[in-house]
């Protein structure tokens, strides 16, 4: 029998485009593989359509509407990036229901979604993170320079709102610009090593593997323009001995496991002399074929269809507790 699958793209964030792009190639790729696709989108506003048909022009009664057709799914796969999608906030609705999801459960995405918390996470398994601080937006008249530092909203992806501060000046515009995306900032200290991005998948018998690295080259920083804009390359696999790869897919895997993932994350390090530094984890990395996370599982033979489907045979049944039972 064939299984009926629901897509959620776009989003209320600032990742709303970054977002479709991931919905439209994992529907294509969901249908290709044979599935029944059903895509249903939020647009900016909160209101839900399904295709290109309104369900509504208010974001309550859209929502009713879109229920509708997730209580007809099999398996919900919510492909929104960011706040009120990745932070957990559609977890709670599949948990609500009970309805299979592929990916992260509430606690995860919340977690993940959220720099400090996973700073907090990390340390306290034993994987090191950038020195830093959490400030409030409203607090930043106050802030000093001190030293160079990366500026960043505390709960935001793809890259919006980060920027490198080197003066006093350059401080000033990037927390004004990080306080547009979030009211908690984070301050950390910039940290000299490659940029290394692991995945790692938990199949549907619950085993969790780690992909090979990926590393980043860019000019700079690795900001939202330089994400899109395709002027950063990547290399898989990354040019590390074996030490440090294993270093990195031990790292990862503890990091997955320490948030409590499922299905797929993206954990992003600097690797340093010293060994992997963590920067942050996504529980819903972008998922288009060209994106990090497919090429990182295409190195080991893993084609975009097939991973795809593979999220589906391991989606979870959130019960009403949060906890997750594989089907």
């Known amino acids: 029998m064939t299984r009926r699958i629901v897509v959620i793209g776009g989003g209320e964030n600032a990742e709303h485009d970054v977002s479709l792009a991931t919905a439209a190639a994992i529907a294509k790729a969901l249908r290709s593989g044979g599935f029944d696709v059903d895509e249903l989108t939020i647009d900016r506003d909160g209101t839900w359509r399904r295709g290109a048909d309104a369900l509504g022009k208010r ?23 960011g706040p009120s999608g990745e932070d957990g906030t559609l977890a709670a609705l599949c948990a609500l229901t009970h309805t299979p999801m592929v990916g992260s459960g509430l606690r995860a995405g919340a977690l993940g979604m959220d720099k400090w918390a996973t700073k907090l996470v990390a340390e306290a398994v034993g994987i090191r993170t950038a020195p830093g601080r959490l400030v409030e937006a409203a607090e930043i008249a106050g802030i000093g320079f001190e030293k160079d530092v990366v500026v960043k909203p505390a709960s935001a992806g793809s890259s919006f709102g980060v920027a490198l501060a ?57 900001d939202t323009r330089s994400k899109y804009d395709g002027s950063a390359r990547f290399s898989v696999p990354a040019g590390v001995d074996g030490a440090e790869r294993a270093s990195l897919a031990e790292a990862a895997l503890r990091m997955f496991d ?24 996504n529980t819903m990395p972008g998922m288009t074929a060209e994106s990090q996370v497919p090429r990182m599982f295409a190195a080991t033979g893993l084609p975009y269809e097939r991973l795809v489907a ?13 906890r997750e039972a594989i089907m």
Request: glycine share 10%.
């Open 59 to 81: 974001a309550i009664g859209s929502l009713a509407a879109a229920l509708g057709v997730i209580e007809r799914a099999d398996v919900v796969f919510p492909a929104v990036h």
């Open 166 to 222: 080197r003066d006093a000046s350059q401080l000033r515009d990037a927390l004004r610009c990080a306080a547009r995306f979030d009211d908690r900032i984070l301050i950390e200290d910039v940290v000299g090593g490659r940029e290394i991005d692991v995945a790692v998948l938990r199949e549907a018998d619950g085993r969790r593997w780690a992909s090979p690295p990926l590393e980043i080259h860019t000019d700079g920083l690795f």
């Open 258 to 281: 320490a948030l409590g993932c499922a299905g797929v994350a993206r954990v992003d390090f600097f690797l340093t002399g010293d060994g992997p530094v963590l920067n942050e984890v």
């Open 310 to 322: 593979r999220l589906v045979d391991a989606a979870a049944v959130p019960d009403s507790r949060g």
